[in-house]
């Protein structure tokens, strides 16, 4: 048993990597790619909200910086988009001849390489740092994040000249190594660099949240003051993994955007960052497994959904949402390995009550 | 008399006008035993709050070991070596008893060098003996916030000790306490009496006839009077606005 709890995860990823893609169409893959995308903000998000209790409602900023990193990096290098000054097309719509200076450096696919988690990681650690030295934290830090991710949002959304606006910037029909974006065969690739990558944000998170870095993280989502009082500054800590989490974000909305194939403003709206939220929550916070199974599940439900029914996802997933509050308040995987049923019943009162109460945990009884 | 670790000097704290502690001035000294009592509101909180670095004063100093503490952040007046143990007896609910201890006792208190090395065999060394004299061996996989709130206020005290500062200010260690555990919290605080200036807040006259620490009256902000308890317990003004008359 042992053994094959130690296999488990070797097994997910030999699925992930060569069942699936004998098993599924092309299509089918490819979302499944997404949802493995997804599935690393959800990781993220459960760094800086499972873990140290900061919850934000703008990691699409770091999402969509990722995600336009890649995007700039792909149209600069595409001939057949070109226009006549050798830049992007779309800038002749606006009268645009040359190439804005920030653009100037996504002609490196080295650079743009860095830039999709290094610039998502400053303005991160940035705007973190700030936010967390001036001490404010719980709902305060939730509406200033979501504020921020407004900002972002109707930047990216306004700039025409800058960004193509609210038309977003489209990969698909990019060229890398000689091949569509788009194509089957770069799809298949961007899968398999996906469920590489995923298990390796696992491995980041776990690093963080484990050992004693992870306790003082626990301990600030406990009783940050309590933790000053202790003589640790918790403003380092939390600006780390609020960097950290941002860096993760751009990967993922960079890998999203090549198999999506258009990165756009509609990655900074309001709603996309709650439902982020929502994954980790459905999932379960505090554990590194749930998100994964949250942004996966959800998302797999969404596709479903909308296929059978295009106008009822939003229903469903605020059901889903209340549901989840309300009868497993640890997520589906807190619930597998908590209470299971039980808190079904429980929470209609009809549960049956355990022979003790208060519950005494076996452990904690003295041997002698 | 040597210079004093911890001193007051005029302090007052204002509310929005109104005044938590009017001018108060103490002095302690290294190795000082000292008991704090008076009534409700008459502001023991808040001159631990002021020590500690949670309220600045609207006037007065504040030195230790010849530093003024103004201005500086409660991590940094830790680690400069005065711990505090609240009221409620605040751990972290969600760490093990263990790891609780572990991450009060770790010297090193940096963000980076928490990611990268694990805690000195000293320092385990030392949480294992500290849990084993609050009797919280048994409990040690156990997360804080199953245990009973007499083991909460014994594990605070242990993160406290666990911490080492030099001085300790403990605010109401025994409340809620039964009649045995008060006694050991008793010869735990005594214990560590020595290299230790200790300070406890305290309603419980009974627990603080058992430390036998000098003691010091607060009212309305101010010291109101100092000294040993039995002497404190007889000064009429002591019994007017705290004790009450003894019963006939």
Known sequence: MKLFQRLVP????????????AALDDFRLNLFGRYFALSITALAIDLIWGYTGLLSLGQGIFFALGGYAVAMNLMLNTKSLAGGNGIPKFFENYGVDQLPFFWQPFWSPVFALMALWVIPAAVAGV???LIFRNRIKGVYFSIITQAALMVFFHFFNGQQKLFDGTNGLKTSTTELFGQLVGSPDMQVWFYRLTVVLLPLAFLVCRYFTSGRFGDALIAIRDDESRLRFAGFNPVPFKTIVFLVAGALCGISGALYTVQSGIVSPQYMSISFSIEMVIWVAVGGRGTLVGPIIGATLVNYLRSLVSEALPEAWLFVQGALFIFVVVLMPDGIYGWITKGGFRTFLAAFGIAKK??????????????? | MSEPLLELNDVSVSFDGF???TDLSLKLYKGELKSIIGP??????TFLDVITGKVRPTKGTVTFKGKSLLGVSEQQISRDGIGRKFQTPRVFENLTVLRNLELSA???????SLLGSGLPQSSKDEVHRIMNYVGLTPFATVKAGSLSHGQKQWLAIASLVAQAPEVLLLDEPVAGLTDEETLRTAELIKSLAGDHTVVVIEHDMEFIRDLGFDVTVLHQGQVLT????EKV????????VYLGPPEQ
């Open chain 1, 10 to 21: 070797w097994i997910l990823l030999a699925i992930a990597l060569f069942i699936l893609p």
């Open chain 2, 40 to 45: 409700n509101g008459a502001g023991k909180t």
């Open chain 2, 226 to 229: 100092e000294g040993p308890l």
């Open chain 1, 127 to 129: 705007v973190g740092w």
């Open chain 1, 354 to 368: 355990a022979k003790t109460y208060p519950q005494l945990d076996k452990e904690a009884i003295p041997v002698d």
């Open chain 2, 19 to 21: 005044y938590a502690l």
């Open chain 2, 106 to 112: 770790s010297p090193e208190k940096n963000a980076f």
């Open chain 2, 233 to 240: 317990k007889s000064d009429p003004r002591v019994i007017e």
